[in-house]
């Protein structure tokens, strides 16, 4: 399955004892999603070259996540965690942020 990040990325505060049930809340007060549309969302561990590992409401967070013990990271063994939904924006053409204006 092919994973397609589409959005701006952020930063949240997860202790080792949070679920996705403790911080579904706080994720969607912070993007601001109705309740109706937020109930249809999965949350997923992603990581490079596999499938998304979907989560539950009483799966422990941090226990899906490695802290990598390397300091040459390649960024290859990085993993996220994703909200799987609707892109309801209008796709942008790849390239039309790289355009530069001509003089």
Known sequence: MQVNNFGDPFL???TDTD???DIRPRIQQKLGIA???FAKWKFAAI???RPPDYLND??????KF???TSTYSSGQDSMYLGLEHTDAHPHRHRH???RYATP
């Open 96 to 98: 039309h942020n790289n």
């Open 47 to 49: 990581a490079s070259l």
């Open 19 to 21: 679920t996705i049930a």
């Open 58 to 63: 009483d799966d422990s967070v941090a226990s």
């Open 12 to 14: 949240l505060r997860v």
């Open 66 to 68: 490695v802290k990598s």
């Open 35 to 37: 309740d109706e549309e």
